[in-house]
C-alpha cells in the first residue's frame, strides 16, 4: 500500500510539474456547425506571448475520421489542436489539408502525420513548403523567441491538388468534404473546403473579417477577385474565413471583395495614365476601410504591391 501511496504522489507531482508548453494554453474551438468546428484566432502578428496563433484554423467530425483544417505554426500548436480534437472524439485524424503555402498553415505537419494523417495542399503550395520551407520554420522560430532550430520544416505534403473538379474524402456518415483548387488569390495554390452536409465553407485567406487582408508578392488581386466571385456560386451558408469572425460570405463584401476591386480598379487607371509607384499609393482612398485592425501597418504595402500587379499585366 505504501508503494502505491508513494507512486501516486509521485505521478501527480510529475503532472503539476509539466512544463508551460504542455498546459492548455491553445483557445477552446468552437462549433461552427453539425460537424465543423474552428479556432478563431486574434488580429496581431506572431510573437512569443500568441505563440503564433493569430489565424483560424479548424477540423471536421465524420462518423469514421477527422479531417483538419491547417495545422498551425508550430509543432506544439498542432500538438495542443490534437489534444483539443481528442478531447471531443477518439476517431482518427486521417487528413490534414493545407489551404495555402503560409508558414501557420502548414508547419506542424509532421504532428499530425506521425498520429497517421495524409497531408494535402496544392502543387503550387507544395512546391513553395519545399523551396522555402526551411527559411519559413527559422523564421517562425525567430518570431516566437525559441531556441534556434526548435522548428523544422516538415516534410513534402503526401497528396497534391490541381486545378479542375473538385477533389471529395469521406468521413463517414455522410459527412464528405469538397476540396476546391481556386488558383493564385492571396497566394499560389489556394485551397477552400466545402462541408457537405453542413454548407459551411473554410475559405482560408480568400476571405479576411475584422482586419485589413495582406497583400503578399505572391498575391494576384486579380485570382483573388476571381476567386471570390466562386466562392458566391458555392451553397454555403457560412463562411470559416481565414482570419475574422464566422460569417455569412456577404459579411466579407466590404472586407475583402470591395476593397481589392477599388484598390486594383485605381491601381490599373494609374499605370495606365503613367502615374507612378508613389503618387498612386499616395492617391488611393482607403478611408472606408481605415477602421479594420493592421490598417497602418499594411495599407500602404499593399497599394504598393497592387501597383506592380497592374504594372506587370500593362506589358
Not at 7 to 16: D, H, K, P, T
Not at 20 to 49: D, M
Not at 63 to 82: F, N, R, T, W
Not at 266 to 272: G, Q, S
Request: charged letters at 20%.
Amino acid at each position: 500500500m505504501k508503494n502505491w501511496l508513494r507512486y501516486s504522489i509521485f505521478a501527480l507531482l510529475g503532472m503539476l510539474m509539466q512544463p508551460a508548453f504542455a498546459a492548455e494554453w491553445l483557445p477552446e474551438p468552437i462549433r461552427v456547425s453539425s460537424h465543423a468546428w474552428a479556432w478563431i484566432g486574434p488580429y496581431e502578428g506572431p510573437n512569443k506571448a500568441n505563440r503564433g496563433f493569430r489565424m483560424n484554423l479548424g477540423f471536421v467530425t465524420g462518423k469514421d475520421a477527422v479531417a483538419v483544417i491547417d495545422s498551425g505554426y508550430s509543432p506544439e500548436m498542432a500538438q495542443a489542436m490534437l489534444r483539443q480534437i481528442r478531447k471531443r472524439t477518439p476517431l482518427p485524424v486521417r487528413y490534414v489539408i493545407n489551404t495555402n503555402s503560409q508558414p501557420h498553415r502548414f508547419l506542424g505537419n509532421d504532428v499530425f502525420r506521425e498520429a497517421g494523417a495524409e497531408i494535402i495542399a496544392a502543387r503550387e503550395a507544395a512546391a513553395r513548403m519545399e523551396s522555402e520551407g526551411a527559411g519559413l520554420a527559422a523564421a517562425a522560430t525567430s518570431a516566437l523567441e525559441l531556441k534556434e532550430g526548435s522548428i523544422q520544416a516538415p516534410k513534402a505534403p503526401d497528396r497534391m491538388i490541381e486545378e479542375g473538379a473538385p477533389v471529395a474524402i469521406e468521413l463517414g456518415g455522410g459527412v464528405r468534404l469538397k476540396i476546391i483548387h481556386l488558383g493564385q488569390a492571396h497566394t499560389r495554390g489556394s485551397l477552400v473546403v466545402e462541408v457537405v452536409p453542413d454548407m459551411t465553407v473554410f475559405a482560408g485567406d480568400i476571405l479576411y473579417g475584422g482586419r485589413l487582408l495582406a497583400v503578399l508578392p505572391d498575391s494576384s488581386l486579380t485570382g483573388w477577385i476571381a476567386a471570390y466571385d466562386k466562392l458566391r456560386g458555392m451553397k454555403a451558408k457560412q463562411m470559416v474565413p481565414g482570419h475574422g469572425e464566422v460569417a455569412p460570405l456577404a459579411s466579407f463584401e466590404h472586407p475583402t471583395y470591395r476593397y481589392l476591386a477599388a484598390l486594383k480598379s485605381h491601381m490599373d487607371k494609374a499605370v495606365k495614365e503613367g502615374v507612378d509607384v508613389g503618387q498612386a499609393t499616395a492617391d488611393f482612398d482607403a478611408a472606408a476601410w481605415k477602421n479594420l485592425a493592421n490598417f497602418a501597418e499594411l495599407a500602404g504595402r499593399n497599394a504598393s504591391l497592387a501597383y506592380l500587379e497592374s504594372e506587370a499585366e500593362g506589358f
